[in-house]
Every structure is written in C-alpha cells, then in structure tokens.
Nanobody, 121 residues
Framework: QVQLVESGGGWVPPGGSLRLSCAAP????????IGWFRQAPGNERACVSC????????YYADSVKGRFTISRDNAKNTVYLQMNSLKPEDTAVYYC??????????????WGQGTQVTVSS
C-alpha cells in the first residue's frame, strides 16, 4: 500500500519556524493532492493546508493563513509545509495525507505516521 513519511518536527519557541517534509518512496506524489493535518490532545484532527495535483491550487485554514506555506518539489518527490511565526496553539502532531483531490482526503486517502511539533518557551 502507499506509504507516506513525515519529518522535520521538533521544539521551537514562539515566533520560530519549522519546515515539515512529506515523502512517499512507493509512488509519485505529483499524481496526488497532498494535505497537511494536525491533531492536538483533546482536539479533533483538522486540515491545515492542501495542494492539488491538477492545477497546483493551495488551500489554508484561517488559523494559519499568512504564516504557513505548502509547496512541492517534484524532482525530490517531496511536499513541504513551511511554518513561520509559530504559536503555542500550533502544537500538535502533524500528518501528511494523499488522495486524488483535496476534498476526499478526510474520508479516506493515504496517511503517514505523524511528526510532533511543540511550540513553547
């Protein structure tokens, strides 16, 4: 089955930056819409951002607009999530996921194991 692998998580102080990576050795990510989701303790999993495969359009949750950027590097078969101006509220486990279109990812799709992001002093 399709396997996705996230990396780049860690601890940063408020206002800091992290760059998350999503890789898939078993298939070509350019053929899929790729979304980033996060889940904090006590909260439901929520979509942070998504990038489509057909037209390259990007989508962002209101809570991260202007601070996060999703992008592709097809040569490296990798999708990135650049996170700037991080806040404690961004603390969560971050997952990447793939499906044919962004809208169907929550109902199925392929998921990674997640990477922890902690923002604190």
């Amino acid at each position: 089955q399709v396997q996705l692998v996230e990396s780049g998580g860690g601890w940063v102080p408020p206002g800091g930056s992290l760059r998350l990576s999503c890789a898939a050795p078993g298939f070509t990510l350019d053929d899929y819409a790729i979304g980033w989701f996060r889940q904090a303790p006590g909260n439901e999993r929520a979509c942070v951002s998504c990038i489509s495969s057909t037209d390259g359009r990007t989508y962002y949750a209101d809570s991260v607009k202007g601070r996060f950027t999703i992008s592709r590097d097809n040569a490296k078969n990798t999708v990135y999530l650049q996170m700037n101006s991080l806040k404690p509220e961004d603390t969560a486990v971050y997952y990447c996921a793939a499906d044919l279109v962004c809208g169907t990812i929550p109902r199925g799709g392929y998921w990674g194991q997640g990477t922890q992001v902690t923002v604190s002093s």
